[in-house]
């Protein structure tokens, strides 16, 4: 759970609700281990994308899941085009729309399921506005988003991390951060979640910043 103060806290001109220039000082100081990992990488450069809606950016977490990016973002383009000429379809518009013009755009019956579900629960008050998410804790945040078809705890961390800009999130079946932490911490093999996340209480508050790290050595 994000710590309250941090979670409410205003967004700064970078985007985040942080200042990572304490984060990687704290990062640092109780963790030298990761600390090396943090002067080979150099600056904490993440930082949040604009989020206009919470349903637009999680529409678009649906279409690009287990797809190249160039190839999500051809059917998301072939989507937004069926609402023309708005940029991004509002959730009433995409009820209205029929699932067979949506799979003639190039989503699979899953992703129609999903996106549909996403939709009607955002006309429900299930998705929280922008506004109201960021009053809320990380934890409350995806127990909301996870009853939403086709959104798992793994999307709904992603958005925490890289959409809000939470400092406080460790996800423990991220493949990259997991071979990032095996190459930092010189592990035998893949670690499991749970010697990450007794490795990670240390680096509370910042656990997100530790894991854009993470992220960053397999890069090096």
Known sequence: MASPALASAPLRPHGLCFDPDDACRHLATVDPHLGALMNRVGEYRMRPEPTQSLFTALLRSIVYQQLSGKAASTILGRVNRLFAPRRFPAPGELL???PERLR??????AKTAAVRDLAARTLDGTVPSLARIRRMDDEAII?????VKGI????AEMLLIFRLGRPDVLPLNDLGVRKGFGMTFRTRKLPEPSVMARRGERWRPYRSVASWYLWRALEL
């Open 152 to 155: 798992g705890r793994w999307t």
């Open 96 to 98: 209205e729309i029929s």
């Open 143 to 147: 127990e909301r988003l996870t009853v």
């Open 104 to 109: 003639e755009a190039g989503l699979s019956a």
